[in-house]
């Protein structure tokens, strides 16, 4: 069975987006006696030495509660801004990253993920990809993709699949997944747009949460 050192591992939680179609800032939206950004947290900690927030224009919010936080350097460019900002931020070549909205995520999705990582040794990048729909903002980043990452972001080239195909990202089935050791993939990776999305999501939160 192959091992994961979580020391060289940094967790990336993206959350430096306007929620403009949530009205409200989702991170910091109540669930299950807690806060949709600790779910995250919570999954996430347990796979790696230290979670770093990628925060855009939140980052008071977040450091009062306690979170190490970064701030745009591409302010206004969108995810790959944030990303960018958490991997100059990284002190670990490996990097475990999520996207603040996916509180259903459970720690085995990650584990899974470097598992797959400690096992190929070509790759920089993978993420899944769930019946033919990409899933960039949750899965791992090395840093050697940081100088093509700036290079789109100066030139403004933001779409995040395309950088993706430019860097020769693995995608990761949902089969892959299953077969890995995640249960219900694509259950884990429901996101909350706007606020009829959470009403959704908490109306349906599993016993166990």
């Known amino acids: ?10 967790g990336i939680i993206l959350a430096g987006g306007l929620s403009s ?18 779910h995250v947290a ?5 796979a790696v030495s230290r979670v770093i927030v990628a925060a855009g224009p939140n980052v008071d919010a977040y450091q009062a509660l306690g979170y190490t936080c970064v701030e745009d350097g591409y302010p206004g460019k969108g995810p790959l801004a944030g990303l960018h ?8 070549e490996w990097n475990l990253v999520c996207a603040c909205d996916l509180p259903l995520i459970q720690p085995s999705f990650f584990t899974t993920l470097q598992r797959l990582a400690a096992s190929d040794k070509t790759h920089r990048a993978i993420v899944p ?3 033919g729909r990409v899933h960039p903002l949750v899965g791992i980043y090395h840093i050697d993709v940081l100088p093509s990452l700036e290079q789109c972001l100066i ?9 993706l195909d430019e860097v020769g990202c693995r995608y990761v089935e949902a089969e892959d ?3 890995a050791g995640v249960q219900d993939a694509a259950a884990q990776l429901i996101n909350m747009n706007t606020m009829q999305d959470y009403r959704n999501l908490v109306g349906n939160l599993p016993p166990s949460m």
Do not use: F, Y
């Open 129 to 131: 990809r769930l019946e």
């Open 1 to 10: 069975m192959i091992t994961v050192d979580m020391k060289e591992w940094t």
């Open 21 to 38: 179609r949530m009205g409200s800032n989702k991170a910091l939206l109540p669930l299950d006696g807690s806060i949709v950004l600790e």
């Open 155 to 163: 030139e403004d080239r933001l779409r995040v699949t395309r950088w």
């Open 85 to 92: 900002a958490a991997l100059e931020a990284s002190e670990t």
């Open 42 to 46: 919570s999954a996430i900690a347990p």
């Open 177 to 179: 997944l299953e077969r």
